[in-house]
């Protein structure tokens, strides 16, 4: 598919098909994600993939779809998905990297970190997710974690890890569009642009 075309298509699908996803697709997407911006190479991310259904049926409830996407008449599209893929991020990890001696200042302090580019670095693995999903003929829908602490219990998480985000993969079925869409898509020319003077 053309690079124009993946991203147009890419939207967040709150229903999937029942079919499984073959394993070689999702490490393919997985494999993509791995080339996503990294930060000094430090490569701080981490996925965990959960194909169980009762496992996936625990995450559903820790990330509130019962108490939360239903009531705004969504499927229950975290559970229901064959495949949900927890994108996590180690700022440890930052760390040690730049400390590193080809990364510390000339005095040898770390750098100050004005931005925590370890979320960035998982922002932009999960937005290679979500594109590459929708090259693999699949579509995808993301939550972001505020359980985290039950999140990383459930699963084994090691405590430097933080998951981000989740997202839900599979074969699309018919959803209900979210109510956020009728704001519409900013026009081009609406966007602010800044200039050199």
Known sequence: MEFEDVVAK????RNFQSRSVPKEVIDRILELAQHGPSAGFTQGCAYVVVTDRMLRR???????????YLQRRFH????????????????RLYHDRYREPDK??????????????????????SMIILLAAVNSGLAAALTGVFRANELRKL???PEHFQPLCVISLGYRADDVPSSSLRRGRRPVADVVHFEHW
């Open 76 to 91: 229950k599209f975290i559970s229901e998905a064959p495949v949900l893929i927890i994108v996590c991020v180690s700022e």
């Open 104 to 125: 510390l200042k000339e005095d040898g302090a770390e750098i100050e970190w004005t931005v925590p580019f370890w979320h960035f670095d998982g922002g932009a693995a």
């Open 58 to 68: 625990r995450i559903g409830v820790i990330q509130g779809e019962d108490d939360f």
């Open 155 to 157: 699963l084994g998480i």
């Open 10 to 13: 890419r939207r967040m699908v």
